[in-house]
């Protein structure tokens, strides 16, 4: 392999990063003699970016020439930027060869649009193809389908990959056309639905033949791009929800959108990317996925937006008082799923333990349960201060809220994914 | 173990355990030596067996490859806590002993983890992948079965350079084996001279490919330490 190398890749990881997806998660593939590599079935992240993202996977376009001209795309065709192609070989070999070296988990190919979808998506089929056939490659794939590619080459593709994907990147199919003239949520849905019913088909020839291929075992996901458009988080909630009530959907992406073409004055003029609110809705995403919550007890008529200011689980008690204090020695699991500042962990080493002895507070620290917010929702055996039903919520929100750190401090702080 | 059967025997239980090179502290009233003995242990791990779900029996090999003070004693409770009560100890957190049990356990796990993550290996000119590491706790054992499964048709070494002992995989078997030098890798940086060819473009290429993600909008340093910690970065070609 030679050095030219590094440009392209260089070149062709600045265009794939905005992509945030990079799970690695959701299937096993045991080593095979002669094979390289193996796939895990819990995430492994290799590395993290200075953003503090987990690398995972190579994340790499084929070639970030495209056709198209999406307003929120730095490869958009308007865009004077540098541009690359990677030949077949080259991208096997890299993949290889990082994997080799214990770098990645495996490859999350996507590419611009040269000549027509198909056209893309079969240079993309023979990349995944070519690992998996030719080198007995058994890392984990993630292929991001092209709009518009042909049922086959979907399907193609669905046989050397663990997950595909489709961004719907705008759930508004008015706001998308303006932004990307050349698509429509129909050349979104479709590949969509010929992933489902391929990964349906397959489950139902596994049943009969436990030799038949596997069709993307890890199923599919999809990324929205928030704050680009008028969107509210109601919208953008429910349309997560009508999404992973589709079988074979695994994962919804947010991405705050980052002003990469900011002279295009269809788009938001932002300083920053929404990356609050991006936070907001992965913790919104998090409750109705772990949490038993349903959509509209998170955001409705009255409160269309997530608050920014405090996690939603929180605003969510804030808002039913009447509901609370939760007793940890007697309350159900999925109501002490609910007392902010307890997790799925903490819900069930609770539920655990309460069988021998009677919690106390004290107990509840030792468990190494943060009280800092769950302290004013719950009762155990001893006197507790003043919960949320003998205050107010007014009252607890500024408690919560207020401005003891920093702000800058506070805001970074927000920036985890990481939440109970 | 041999001590927790000693202490049956003896129907005394220590308040401390010591090891052989360690200082006895002031007002000793009694003290036992034990001596290892393969058998009697293997009797204690047994009765643990019967006792113990096999997901705790890893986390005792888990406390006592933790190398941290205070966790053979701990081990030593628990056990006692286990064979004396007619129920299953293992879910009751309220109990320090336990829940101790479970935390260190899950710092080791923890650390297994980060080392399967951040193992970066160099291939040297013999065909041989080698990596360097150096983790808090003594838990490079517990990784071997993954690297052993997911790299099994490259030879490599992965050497734990601050015990000072490694595990050499040949294709076949994995050997563990300790290296009479390691002026070899000064800085955990194998020596050019025994890189393969293509080493070091692989490591540019994957240095170049690493800063071409970062977003600059969205850079976030202390997130970024918390998720790498900083004691690992030594060895970490990207952080090179
Ligand atoms: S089709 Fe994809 S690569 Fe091309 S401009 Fe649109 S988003 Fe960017």
Partial sequence: ?420 | MTALYDAYNRKTFPDKLLAFDEQEPLFVTESHSVITDNLNSARVWKGLEQKLHANTLNMLTCVWLSELPGSDELIFRYARKTFDSKHSIEMNFADADVLQMKKIAQKVNHERHRLIELVRFQKAADDVFFAPVSPDHNCLALTINHFKDRFRDQKWIIYDTKRNYGYYYDLKNVTEMTLDSTNLFPEGKLDEKLMAEDEKLFQDLWRGYFKAMTIKERINPKLHRQHLPQRYWKYLTEKQ
């Avoid at chain 1, 039903?389 to 994914?417: A, C, F, M, V, W």
């Fill in chain 1, 1 to 420: 392999m030679k050095a030219e190398i590094l440009e392209k890749l260089q070149v062709l990881a600045e265009s794939a990063k905005y992509d945030v997806s990079c799970a690695s998660s959701g299937t096993t593939r045991k080593s095979t003699p002669g094979g390289i590599g193996s796939t895990s079935g819990w995430g492994i992240c290799h590395s993290f970016t200075e953003d503090g993202r987990c690398v995972s996977l190579l994340k790499i376009m084929l070639t970030n020439y495209c056709i198209y001209d999406c307003a929120y795309c730095i490869n958009r065709r308007s865009n004077d930027l540098k541009r690359a192609t990677f030949s077949v070989s080259e991208l096997v070999e890299l993949t290889i060869e990082f994997y080799r070296r214990n770098y990645i988990e495996g490859l999350f190919l996507s590419s611009g649009v040269v000549n027509n979808p198909d056209y893309t998506m079969e240079r993309m089929v023979r990349v995944v193809k070519d690992l998996r056939t030719i080198h007995r490659f058994n890392g984990y794939i993630h292929m991001k389908s092209i709009p518009g590619a042909s049922q086959q080459l979907v399907h193609e593709a669905g046989l050397y990959s663990d997950r595909l994907s489709v961004n719907i990147e705008i759930a508004n199919e008015q706001n998308l056309k303006m932004l990307a003239p050349e698509k429509d949520h129909d050349s979104v849905y479709k590949p969509m639905l010929y992933i489902q019913q391929g990964v349906l088909q397959n489950a139902e020839d596994r049943q009969k033949f436990r030799s038949a291929p596997r069709f993307a075992p890890a199923g599919q996901s999809t990324q929205m791009i928030i704050g680009a458009t008028n969107e509210s988080d109601k919208q953008i909630l429910n349309t997560s929800v009508a999404l992973y009530n589709r079988p074979s959907m695994k994962r919804v992406y947010y991405s705050g959108y980052i002003p990469v073409n900011a002279y295009d004055n269809r788009l938001p003029a932002l300083k920053q990317a929404p990356l609050v609110r991006e936070n907001r809705l992965y913790q919104a995403d998090w409750l109705l996925r772990f949490y038993e919550f349903n959509v509209d007890e998170i955001v409705d008529d009255r409160y269309p937006d997530l608050d920014l200011e405090i996690d939603p689980k929180l605003a969510w008690a804030l808002r039913h008082p009447e509901q609370f204090p939760i007793d940890i020695n007697k309350a159900d699991y999925n109501m002490i799923l609910r007392i902010p500042g307890i997790g799925v962990k903490s819900a069930k080493l609770i539920v655990a333990s309460r069988r021998f002895t009677r919690l106390t507070s004290y107990d509840l620290k030792k468990m190494g349960i943060v009280m800092k917010k769950a302290q004013y929702f719950i009762t155990c055996n001893e006197l507790t201060s003043s919960t949320v039903s003998d205050t107010s919520p007014e009252y607890i929100r500024k408690l919560l809220t207020g401005k003891k750190t920093p702000k800058g401090k506070d805001n970074q702080h927000q920036l985890t994914l990481l939440f109970d």
